[in-house]
Each structure stands twice: as structure tokens, then as C-alpha cells.
């Protein structure tokens, strides 16, 4: 593990969590809501402010599935998702955006939770023609009194750890060379609450 990130809460219109290296935003997650803290949707932003990916999650008591979405396909003749399902999720129905990756999260004790990662790498066969995924990181929320996360690749290696800093609301996110950090990130944050859907729940854990 080489480089170390850290997270940190901007008081803005719009919560937005930005992740720093050596004092420089490198990747920040944009939570937008409605009514409160309802989450609608959030965006990932980049080091110089722009949209790169949208992000749609769904949840039940244990479970949660979160999509995200870019607006270019991954794969020629891919079709982009309902433009009523980004209307009911506060984004422009207007706007073309793709599948590109989803993250299945799942509780599996009273404070431990695991969370995949897959992208879309083609189209099923069939009549059907769903997007294909291929799994790339697995992060496991460890049983402790703060947040501690490990992030691995499916063969098992780990490739990322997220850990909350004593009494502070800070989490300190050390990465391996290579790794996709934004998924990472991502993948990590799915681990604290089992749908990982609420901006309360992320910021209970010093990840907003």
C-alpha cells in the first residue's frame, strides 16, 4: 500500500465528501438530497470539479445495490438506462447515461457488512441481453468499535484498507498501486450501513 488519502466534510448546499492526497482533492462523492437527508442521487466528481459517474442506490433491511452510471457505454450497442428511472432519482431524464459498474452490499452480523464491486463487461447471450458484470474488489466492514475496512480483489489479495482516526470523524484510506480508487472508496463506504443509502449513515462514519 503506497499512497494514503483522507477524507473530509465540505459544509456546502450539496454534501459533498472529498477525499485529499497530499492536501490536493483527488476524488470527492457530490450526495445530493431531497427532504432532508433522503438521499436521491450522488455524483463523483474529479480533482477539477467535473462529473464523471452518477450514483443510484436501493436498499432493504439487510441488503443494498448500488449502480453506477456514465455517459459513455462500455460496449457498442449497449442501451442506456430509463430515463424515468434518473427522473425519479433527481437526475435529467434528458441525459443518456449507461450502466457501468454496481455494488451488491450485504450485512452479514450485528457491525460487520461485505460489499462487491463488479463492472459491466459486454451483454449476456439471450433474448434478454442484460449487462454483464465481472467482480473486482470485495470490501469487508471487520467487527471493532470503529469503522475498519479491508478491501481485496477476488483472489483474496488486499488492496486497500479504510479506517476511521480515533475520536475524530476522519478516515484515513491507504490504496495500492493501480486501484481504482473512486471504486474503492466507493466499495468501502457500501460497508459501514447495510444499504449504505442515507447521508446520516455516512456521515456516522466520517465518510461525508
Do not use: W
Not at 431531497?34 to 450514483?55: E, V
Not at 451483454?123 to 478491501?151: N, P, Q, R, T, W
Not at 479504510?162 to 484515513?172: I, L, P, S
Amino acid at each position: 500500500m503506497s499512497d494514503s488519502t483522507n477524507s473530509c466534510f465540505s459544509d456546502a448546499q450539496d454534501k459533498e465528501n472529498c477525499y485529499k492526497l497530499g492536501g490536493k482533492d483527488v476524488v470527492s462523492f457530490k450526495v445530493i438530497t431531497q427532504l432532508g437527508i433522503k438521499l436521491k442521487h450522488t455524483r463523483i466528481l474529479d480533482s477539477d470539479g467535473k462529473n464523471r459517474a452518477y450514483i443510484i442506490s436501493k436498499s432493504g433491511l439487510a441488503r443494498g445495490e448500488t449502480i453506477i452510471l456514465k455517459k459513455l457505454p462500455n460496449y457498442e450497442g449497449q442501451e442506456p438506462v430509463d430515463p424515468e428511472m434518473l427522473h425519479k432519482n433527481g437526475i435529467d431524464r434528458d441525459l443518456k447515461l449507461y450502466n457501468f459498474a454496481k455494488i451488491e452490499s450485504k450485512k452479514t452480523g450485528l457491525s460487520t457488512c461485505v460489499a462487491k464491486y463488479s463492472i459491466v463487461v459486454g451483454k449476456e447471450s439471450g433474448e434478454d441481453g442484460k449487462d454483464e458484470y465481472k467482480l473486482l474488489y470485495v470490501a469487508e466492514k471487520l467487527s471493532s468499535m470503529g469503522f475498519h475496512c479491508i478491501v481485496r480483489t477476488p483472489g483474496g489479495d488486499a488492496v486497500a484498507t479504510a479506517d476511521q482516526t480515533g475520536a475524530t470523524c476522519d478516515t484515513n484510506v491507504n490504496v495500492a498501486e493501480g486501484v481504482d480508487l473512486a471504486a474503492v472508496l466507493l466499495t468501502a463506504k457500501k460497508t459501514y450501513h447495510g444499504d449504505a443509502t442515507t447521508a446520516g449513515a455516512l456521515a456516522g462514519a466520517g465518510v461525508v
